[in-house]
């Protein structure tokens, strides 16, 4: 039986799944995990916390998720009220429910392109029309400026507007001012920030949670997966006005959280400070990885991230396999002249600038 010859959505007809390779390399840089292991103390407790549910596996867990809302509230700080959260299997699951919620057929959805490569993706899910809205028309770069988002947002009058800060694949944070134009200029549009990489954010970025007051449209959603050194349990979530949350009651499927997951999240969230330990570790290769690319004749883009993209590269699809066999796995974003690589361990670094210098004197 071949796909075509099921009764499959027309507009799905020609997809491709999506997935980066998980390929059994040494040096996994690829995908923006964690490189670090859960720290010992963490893990037992998640242990623990898991230990305590199962024997309550025969009951369906709390549907509202409190405990867990309680402390990502907490987490977040900035005022947050329990029922400005909510959390799902991933933020991708979280972003499906907004667009379950307030997308679907007849009604679109705008993004700046390049940002994450899976808001197009979930929003097609939905049978959303997805719009590509344009980076760095004002500067040549990949940055975007106020009033240019607010003029694409005006010309497509979407009903979701995604912006992307740290945005992936490029790196670098939006100023506020960006979020707030795309708000005014957006007469109806739920406005999300993706906030995947917000712990790695350099000194001094503000997040967008601070503009959610008075800003009903507005959803900030952020994860597990990044900085929490979370990704296997599937954690993310978003902070919102509390009529967001009642919105996405309405499309979650019952019981979506497991109550081994809820367990895991809340005690790994109670040691946040020693999960956290591992951020300004990963920034400073960060940092290192920034300052020595130029080094190698390759430029890098501003980072607020756990990764890096780097331009200059006369042919990326060519270094992409060049540093596979040197055993390093980097991320082929599809920016012509571009490679991505994530910012793990010092040993991680050093192996993939060892492995990019050989490479680039090899094709020279
Ligand atoms: C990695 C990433 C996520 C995380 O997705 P999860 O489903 O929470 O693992 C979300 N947004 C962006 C931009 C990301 O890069």
Redesign the pocket.
Same mark, same amino acid.
């Given at each position: 039986m071949s796909l075509d010859a099921l009764p499959l959505r027309e507009d799905l007809r020609g997809s491709v799944p999506y997935g980066a390779p998980q390929l059994d390399v040494a040096v996994r840089l690829n995908?923006?995990e964690s490189s670090y292991d859960l720290p010992e103390p963490v893990a037992l407790a998640v242990v623990e916390a898991v230990a305590r549910e199962v024997r309550h596996l025969n009951r369906y867990p709390d549907r509202e998720f409190t405990v867990l809302r309680e402390e990502l509230a907490r987490y977040l700080g900035h005022d947050l009220a329990t029922e400005q959260l909510w959390a799902a299997?991933?933020?991708?699951?979280?972003?499906l429910q907004v667009l379950q919620a307030f997308g679907g057929p007849g009604r679109t959805a705008l993004g700046f392109t390049p /940002?994450?490569s899976?808001?197009p993706i979930i929003t097609a899910t939905t049978s959303t029309a997805w719009v590509d809205g344009r980076r760095g028309a004002a500067s040549g770069d990949f940055d975007l400026d106020a009033d240019d988002v607010a003029r694409q947002v005006r010309d497509t009058d979407p009903d979701v507007v995604f912006l992307?800060s740290p945005?992936?694949p490029t790196g670098t944070a939006l100023p506020l001012e960006v979020v707030r134009a795309a708000y005014e200029a957006s007469g109806h549009a739920m406005v999300v920030v993706?906030e995947?990489?917000a712990e790695f954010a350099r000194a001094g970025t503000p997040s967008a949670l601070t503009l959610l007051p008075g800003r009903p449209r507005l959803v900030v959603?952020r994860?597990?997966?990044?900085a929490f050194a979370f /990704?296997g349990a599937?954690?993310?979530y978003l902070a919102g006005d509390p009529a967001v949350c009642d919105a996405l009651r309405l499309v979650r499927l019952p019981y979506h959280l497991s109550s081994l997951t809820q367990a895991a999240a809340v005690a790994a969230l109670r040691q946040a400070p020693v999960l956290l330990g591992t951020v300004a570790a990963i920034r400073a290769q960060r940092d290192r990885i920034v300052a020595a690319l130029p080094g190698l004749g390759v430029q890098p883009v501003p980072s607020d991230?756990n990764f890096v993209l780097f331009g200059g590269l006369a042919d990326a699809a060519a270094t992409w396999r060049d540093l596979l066999e040197h055993g390093v796995l980097v991320r082929d974003v599809g920016l012509p002249g571009y490679l991505r690589v994530t910012a793990g361990t010092p040993d991680e670094t050093t192996a993939f600038l060892t492995a990019l210098a050989a490479t680039l004197e090899e094709s020279r």
């Open positions: 995908t923006n299997n991933g933020s991708n699951e979280v972003l /940002a994450y899976m808001h992307c945005n992936n993706d995947a990489y959603t994860t597990m997966s990044k /990704a599937r954690v993310g991230a």
